[in-house]
């Protein structure tokens, strides 16, 4: 662990004492109020959620609701669902039929709202296309797109016909993708000519094309015309359709196949502690009453809202709270294709004030960003119509929180600030709005039937106000069942450091009234502008490049981006450094991985520093490039190298 970064964490953390009760304005229309749900769904947490599960639709009801044996977890067990039935036909039948199911807005300013029966025609038209293209149950379905709604209509039909979808983000390059795709080994992939991003076009067919010439398994490729700059010549004849082609005379009907709850329903890549992303598999029915319930609870969803989640779908957080949790629920759920600051930096509270969004769920860095920008941007809409905020991805510092609060709050929304992962599904920490009482910079407390501990090195609890290690001591229904393809990879990495517990890799501290504060990862895990990346990843990626001997690469403090990647690199014998290598070097990790993993500094170095048997000692690295005290280095095979890379790099800064 970064001890010297956590101290200063914990230490900014330890000041903070201001309190935000829940306003009673929002607590009198809450939909949770009494706290003893917490203590009821602790007291029996199957039962707790089963009662979830039957606000849900069952071809068959479930015989038991857990089966565990630690590490693996089957929830809702015997029983048959369908996700797509769930977030589709359950609503026909009511008022919903005709409500605003997703509510897109494009960059460039264009608008489509699709109502439930849109949904649910279009998706059944797109998974007879599919089933159509030979995909059938269990087939892997790729899907690299823009945020438009083709992307959800494309991840529900995979869920309506059992075929597991994965998504890959569209900032992902062509080897990043190439890499994901030959993983699941999926048949079919659907991307997008292109999307719309700061006025410019994002070149998805181009990077699906590279791709593909190094995916075997992909048998055919949708393509949807978002952006209009490619004609039916950039189609592969026999293997690359044009999505409105395909649905064109496709039935409006398609039987949702009855699943068993513990079939996948989608894997979904993220970054580890080594250089493969790993393929989380998440399940039917326990994902979909995880999503549900901490929906509807967290976010107080109400018949009449406008939710407004602003992460990408290629995170989870977009599977979770743009597609499933809010469609589940028959709620209206925004998406928007562009950047905040296209074509000004008021984009968002332009969105906001245009649709009246009543709840918004956002990152951290993008509330930096905002506040870094200056209040005259929100300040310029009507925001009136917002009741909750939300955040997650990142811990988030008070001084943000309290800007949140206030400047896009108006100072009378709660801010619940979530904590959890990719492999947790849904969120597992996080207040409730209508009675928890808020510290800012504290995701608060264990979501009711959630068992959250902070525990030592040996696995013990620490005491109140002290640090260590965030642990999850009980299954909870959305829990990931295992890494697609390598089992044994998830029995290792989250339930062997502490046996039968589940291990988060992040650091936590409990204070003295039992709020959880998140410190950040303690593995080699980093979260730059909440994007998750390994630094094992960019450290391939770099030595992939035939100048680089070596490499390291850490995760910074940042501002804005929470943390920015930083690189030490030993070249080859014989290469000279250079601007230009330094330059043709960040663009080879782009290249590797995307932009979001491109290196903010690299630092030419003669050696790293290692340990006497070989290992790169990259908490030093962290304690270089933020300029601070030195820890212990008597592990080092040679301290000589640490005061000559300080020296350098605090040159460099300088320079
Ligand atoms: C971090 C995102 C502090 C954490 C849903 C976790 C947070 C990782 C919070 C998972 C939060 C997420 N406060 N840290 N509210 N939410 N994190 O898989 O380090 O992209 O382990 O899932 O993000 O990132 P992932």
């Not at 005491?463 to 999850?472: E, M, N, Q, T």
């Not at 070596?550 to 910074?556: Q, R, S, V």
């Not at 920015?564 to 663009?587: M, R």
Request: hydrophobic share 40%.
């Amino acid at each position: 662990m970064a001890q010297h970064q956590e101290q200063h964490t914990i230490d900014v953390l330890l000041e903070e004492t201001r309190k935000y009760p829940p306003p009673p304005a929002f607590v009198q229309q809450a939909n949770v109020k009494d706290p003893a749900i917490y203590e009821e769904a602790n007291r029996d947490p199957e039962q707790f959620w089963a009662r979830a599960a039957e606000e849900l639709h069952w071809f068959k009801r479930w015989d038991k609701v857990l089966e565990w044996q630690a590490p693996s977890a089957q929830w809702f067990v015997g029983g048959k669902l369908n996700v797509a039935y769930n977030c589709l036909d359950r609503h026909l039948a009511t008022a919903r039929k005709n409500k605003a199911a997703l509510i897109f807005e494009g960059e460039p300013g264009d608008e489509r709202v699709l109502t439930y029966q849109d949904l649910h025609r279009e998706v059944c038209r797109f998974a007879n296309g599919l089933k159509q293209l030979g995909v059938g149950k269990g087939d892997r379905v790729n899907l690299y797109m823009p945020m438009i709604p083709e992307l959800v209509i494309a991840m529900l039909a995979c869920a309506r016909i059992g075929a597991p979808h994965s998504v890959v983000f569209g900032g992902f390059s062509a080897d990043a993708l190439r890499d994901r795709i030959n993983d699941a080994q999926a048949k079919v992939l659907v991307t997008a000519d292109g999307g719309w991003r700061r006025g410019g076009i994002t070149q998805l067919k181009r990077a699906a094309d590279e791709a593909l010439r190094q995916c075997p398994t992909i048998e055919k490729c949708v393509v949807v015309k978002r952006t209009g700059h490619l004609g039916n010549d950039a189609l592969q004849p026999g293997r690359d359709v044009w999505w409105h082609e395909l649905v064109q005379s496709q039935p409006l009907e398609c039987p949702a196949e009855p699943m068993e709850a513990e079939d996948v329903l989608y894997l979904l890549y993220t970054s580890g502690s080594t250089g493969k992303p790993k393929g989380t598999v998440h399940t039917t029915g326990g994902y979909l009453v995880g999503v549900y319930a901490t929906t509807k609870w967290i976010f107080d969803l109400k018949e009449e809202d406008t939710f407004w989640c602003t992460a990408d779908i290629g995170w989870v957080t977009g599977h979770s709270y743009v597609a499933y949790g809010p469609l589940a629920n028959g709620a209206t759920s925004l998406m928007y294709e562009g950047t905040p600051d296209y074509p000004q930096r008021d984009r968002w509270w332009a969105i906001v004030e245009k649709y009246r969004v009543n709840i918004l769920y956002t990152a951290p860095t993008a509330i930096r960003s905002f506040m870094r920008w200056g209040e005259e941007y929100p300040m310029r809409h009507d925001m009136s119509s917002l009741r909750l905020l939300g955040t997650v991805g990142e811990p988030i510092n008070p001084e943000a929180w309290v800007w949140y609060h206030k400047a896009i709050g108006g100072g009378r929304c709660p801010v619940v600030d979530t904590w959890w992962q990719t492999e947790t599904g849904h969120i597992l920490i996080s207040p409730l709005p209508g009675i928890t009482e808020l510290k800012p910079g504290s995701a608060t407390f264990a979501f009711p039937g959630i068992d959250a501990d902070v525990v030592d090195d040996q696995g013990r609890s620490v005491p109140p106000g002290s640090g260590g290690y965030l642990v999850l001591r009980r299954p909870w229904p959305g829990m990931l069942r295992t890494i697609y393809g390598d089992p044994q990879r998830y029995v290792n990495q989250y339930w062997s450091r502490f046996p039968g517990v589940y291990f988060t890799g992040d650091g936590a501290k409990r204070d003295e009234e039992g709020y959880i504060w998140l410190l950040g990862r303690v593995d080699d895990v980093i979260k730059v502008s909440g994007h998750r990346l390994s630094t094992m990843e960019i450290e391939s990626a770099l030595v992939d490049h035939p100048s680089v001997a070596e490499a390291a690469a850490i995760g910074k403090g940042h501002q804005v981006k929470g943390e920015a990647v930083v690189a030490f690199v030993t070249l080859k014998e014989h290469i000279q450094s250079s601007p230009l290598l330094e330059e043709n070097l960040k663009q080879h990790v782009v290249h590797k991985i995307g932009a979001i993993a491109r290196p903010d500094d690299i630092l030419f170095t003669a050696e790293l520093p290692k340990t006497r048997s070989g290992k790169i000692m990259r908490r030093l690295l962290r304690d270089i490039a933020e300029g601070r005290v030195l820890g212990d280095t008597t592990t080092l095979a040679d301290p000589g190298v640490v005061q000559s890379l300080k020296q350098r790099y605090g040159e460099e800064a300088e320079a």
